[in-house]
């Protein structure tokens, strides 16, 4: 009997050792660097498996031996800049980055694409690419989690590498601890340059024959990049953007954008999203996941051949930090035998953010008047007079030497900014040579603006800021005051009836005005009516009965056309 017991004993000692080595075993192996927030990621394995290559794609046989995403610490790298109890979450980046730094870099997002994108078979022939970020103080949790969106909803085989610039931010950390992770290279800029001639240097050190740029504050969604690079392939000359969903900047929410929309602009040149045209739609309808042409690229976001992009001239190195490389570079692709489209089955996430988190050499403002003027001076011919009507202030802007970008264009053969508005952006209205004025209503320091109203909305006054849009108006031949396809009317002959945006109706009277050019009235064509702001803080402008003597019935037109 003792016998057993001494047997039994010595049993559970010994199984009871066992059990605390294996438990000590399964703890190494997780690491001590290992982020904990990440413990639920794909296994780590010392051995990778092979890759199945894809038919006809041949992968590269050497391997990088630095760490996968999945056991980069994250945690540690987004706590030493993480925002702390009691500070401002948006002083930094401009959006919440306290939300920011709590998402983890692999989270789920909705997939917001058709669902014929869904079930589409891409080909197996696709080039691989280099994906080119730059960023200047980014937020640590926004930039791992672009980077770690790229690599787990792209094919391996086709992401060559992942370049990222970093614009001299503060901290050379932010970049440089990021080199520990597979496919990623860094360079710093010893001084800061802007993002185009980062963009410029990224491109120079990148291997694959395809750049993809992005912004350094996205996630891109599933299968996000097969439809780029296969439009690439069969049309090399092609420059080609994701649709860009919104991730809302104060809870980072991921919300599906309308695939009915094209990139644009006003005189002024700055971009505006706009709905496609009706035939438009009707084409997108009966083929959803087909390439949308689109005259202007929002800028950040959009993949192109390696040999095209240095073809076709890369970028106007002679442009500072931000603003008007999009316009460039949209001119330059469709003047010069390219073409701008917008690929309906890929989505990628961007941060819209209400104000640039960052300063600009001489304010910018100067540095986007700076930049659109050599736009202007090279690319748009004689309708650059536009451009100088709807902002009279870049007139006296200093725009430096464009004698390079004169010899590309010419050199290249490109086409005329005529024939870009008859083929490419026949929905921007050129001024008639004949319209009585163009450009900014103006009252003293205020201009008559729309403040973003559409059909039936109001109008009313504002800061004037020389910058068209909201602020842009024509006195037409045939006596309309002109905001876009809207005119200035009001609904029925009587004195404190609000001034308000209508469809034009040439057969409406109460659509038409005329100038009392020596008292600087707008009257009603048959009423003596005129419009007064008096009210405008209220209720917007209105009609009130004409008075010469009333100041706030006097209007200058910036601009009389000859």
Same mark, same amino acid.
């Given at each position: 009997m003792?016998?057993?017991?001494?047997?039994?004993?010595?049993?559970?000692?010994?199984?009871?050792?066992?059990?605390?080595?294996?438990?000590?075993?399964?703890n190494?192996?997780?690491?001590?660097?290992?982020?904990?927030?990440l413990?639920?990621?794909? #296994?780590?394995?010392?051995?990778?498996k092979a890759?199945?290559?894809?038919? *006809?794609?041949?992968?590269?046989t050497?391997?990088?031996?630095?760490?996968?995403?999945?056991?980069f610490?994250e945690?540690?790298?987004?706590?030493?800049?993480?925002?702390?109890p009691?500070?401002?979450?948006y002083?930094?980046?401009k959006?919440?980055?306290?939300?920011?730094?709590?998402?983890?870099?692999?989270?789920?997002? +909705?997939d917001?694409?058709? =669902?014929?994108?869904?079930n589409?078979?891409?080909?197996?022939?696709?080039d691989p690419?280099?994906?080119?970020?730059?960023?200047?103080?980014e937020?640590?949790s926004t930039l791992?989690?672009?980077?770690?969106?790229?690599?787990?909803?792209?094919?391996?085989?086709?992401?060559?590498?992942?370049?990222?610039?970093?614009d001299?931010s503060?901290? #050379?950390?932010?970049?440089?601890?990021?080199?520990?992770?597979?496919?990623?290279?860094v360079i710093?800029?010893?001084?800061r340059?802007?993002?185009i001639?980062?963009?410029?240097?990224g491109?120079?050190?990148?291997?694959?024959?395809?750049?993809?740029?992005l912004?350094?504050?996205?996630e891109?969604?599933?299968?996000?990049?097969?439809?780029l690079?296969?439009?690439?392939?069969e049309n090399?000359?092609?420059?080609?953007? #994701?649709?860009?969903?919104?991730?809302?900047?104060?809870?980072?929410?991921?919300?599906?954008?309308?695939?009915d929309?094209?990139?644009?602009?006003d005189?002024?040149l700055?971009?505006?999203?706009?709905?496609l045209?009706?035939?438009?739609r009707?084409?997108?309808?009966?083929?959803?996941t087909?390439? /949308?042409?689109?005259?202007?690229i929002a800028? *950040?976001?959009?993949?192109?051949?390696?040999?095209?992009?240095e073809?076709v001239g890369?970028?106007?190195?002679m442009?500072?930090?931000?603003?008007?490389?999009?316009?460039?570079?949209?001119?330059?692709?469709?003047q010069?035998h390219?073409?701008? !489209?917008?690929?309906?089955?890929?989505? /990628?996430?961007?941060?819209?953010?209400?104000?640039?988190?960052?300063?600009?050499?001489?304010?910018?403002g100067?540095?986007?008047?700076?930049?659109?003027?050599?736009?202007? !001076?090279?690319?748009?011919?004689?309708?650059?007079?536009f451009?100088?009507? &709807?902002?009279?202030?870049?007139?006296?802007?200093?725009?430096g030497?464009?004698?390079?970008? /004169?010899?590309?264009?010419k050199?290249?053969?490109?086409?005329s900014?005529k024939w870009?508005?008859?083929s490419?952006? #026949?929905?921007?209205? /050129?001024?008639?040579?004949?319209?009585l004025?163009?450009?900014a209503?103006?009252?003293?320091?205020?201009?008559?603006?729309?403040l973003?109203?559409?059909?039936?909305?109001?109008v009313?006054?504002f800061?004037?800021?020389?910058?068209?849009?909201?602020?842009?108006?024509s006195?037409?031949?045939?006596?309309r005051?002109?905001?876009?396809e809207?005119?200035?009317?009001?609904?029925s +002959?009587?004195?404190?009836q =609000?001034?308000?945006?209508?469809?034009c109706?040439?057969?409406?009277?109460l659509?038409k005005?005329?100038?009392?050019?020596? &008292?600087?009235?707008?009257?009603?064509?048959?009423?003596?009516?005129?419009?007064?702001s008096?009210?405008?803080?209220?209720?917007?402008l209105t009609?009130?009965?004409?008075?010469a003597?009333?100041?706030?019935?006097i209007?200058?037109?910036?601009?009389?056309? =000859?």
């Amino acid at each position: 009997m003792r016998r057993n017991v001494r047997f039994l004993a010595g049993f559970g000692v010994f199984w009871i050792v066992c059990v605390v080595i294996y438990m000590r075993k399964g703890n190494d192996s997780q690491g001590p660097t290992e982020n904990t927030a990440l413990i639920l990621k794909v #296994p780590f394995q010392k051995t990778p498996k092979a890759q199945v290559e894809p038919p *006809g794609v041949k992968i590269p046989t050497t391997r990088d031996e630095r760490l996968s995403w999945k056991y980069f610490n994250e945690k540690a790298y987004i706590d030493k800049t993480k925002v702390l109890p009691g500070e401002d979450a948006y002083a930094k980046n401009k959006f919440n980055q306290a939300a920011s730094d709590n998402i983890k870099s692999n989270r789920n997002v +909705p997939d917001t694409r058709n =669902p014929q994108c869904q079930n589409k078979n891409w080909r197996s022939d696709l080039d691989p690419t280099s994906v080119i970020i730059t960023f200047h103080n980014e937020a640590r949790s926004t930039l791992i989690r672009t980077i770690v969106s790229v690599l787990i909803r792209s094919p391996e085989h086709l992401i060559k590498d992942i370049i990222l610039v970093d614009d001299y931010s503060d901290s #050379p950390d932010t970049g440089k601890e990021l080199e520990k992770i597979q496919k990623i290279k860094v360079i710093r800029n010893e001084r800061r340059e802007g993002l185009i001639r980062s963009r410029v240097k990224g491109a120079a050190a990148a291997t694959a024959p395809v750049l993809t740029f992005l912004d350094s504050h996205c996630e891109c969604n599933q299968d996000w990049l097969q439809p780029l690079l296969e439009r690439i392939k069969e049309n090399r000359r092609a420059v080609v953007s #994701p649709i860009i969903d919104v991730i809302n900047m104060d809870n980072f929410a991921y919300i599906g954008a309308s695939s009915d929309l094209k990139g644009g602009f006003d005189w002024n040149l700055v971009f505006k999203w706009q709905y496609l045209s009706s035939k438009e739609r009707a084409k997108r309808r009966a083929k959803p996941t087909a390439p /949308v042409r689109t005259p202007m690229i929002a800028g *950040g976001l959009f993949s192109i051949e390696k040999k095209w992009f240095e073809e076709v001239g890369k970028y106007d190195m002679m442009m500072d930090v931000w603003g008007g490389e999009n316009l460039e570079i949209s001119f330059r692709v469709w003047q010069c035998h390219g073409s701008l !489209e917008i690929i309906p089955c890929s989505r /990628v996430g961007h941060v819209f953010r209400k104000q640039h988190p960052y300063t600009f050499p001489g304010g910018s403002g100067t540095v986007f008047a700076r930049n659109t003027r050599r736009v202007a !001076e090279v690319w748009m011919d004689d309708y650059k007079q536009f451009y100088f009507r &709807a902002v009279p202030s870049a007139k006296g802007v200093y725009y430096g030497n464009i004698r390079e970008r /004169v010899e590309l264009r010419k050199r290249l053969k490109c086409k005329s900014f005529k024939w870009y508005l008859h083929s490419v952006y #026949p929905e921007l209205k /050129v001024p008639d040579k004949s319209d009585l004025a163009f450009g900014a209503i103006k009252q003293g320091l205020l201009c008559m603006d729309i403040l973003g109203h559409t059909i039936e909305g109001t109008v009313g006054m504002f800061s004037c800021h020389d910058a068209g849009g909201n602020q842009e108006w024509s006195m037409t031949k045939y006596h309309r005051i002109k905001h876009q396809e809207y005119c200035m009317g009001f609904d029925s +002959p009587q004195a404190g009836q =609000p001034i308000k945006l209508k469809l034009c109706n040439p057969t409406d009277n109460l659509q038409k005005w005329k100038q009392i050019n020596d &008292a600087g009235l707008l009257q009603s064509w048959d009423h003596n009516l005129c419009i007064d702001s008096k009210d405008s803080k209220k209720t917007g402008l209105t009609v009130e009965n004409c008075s010469a003597n009333s100041e706030s019935q006097i209007w200058e037109f910036t601009l009389d056309l =000859p």
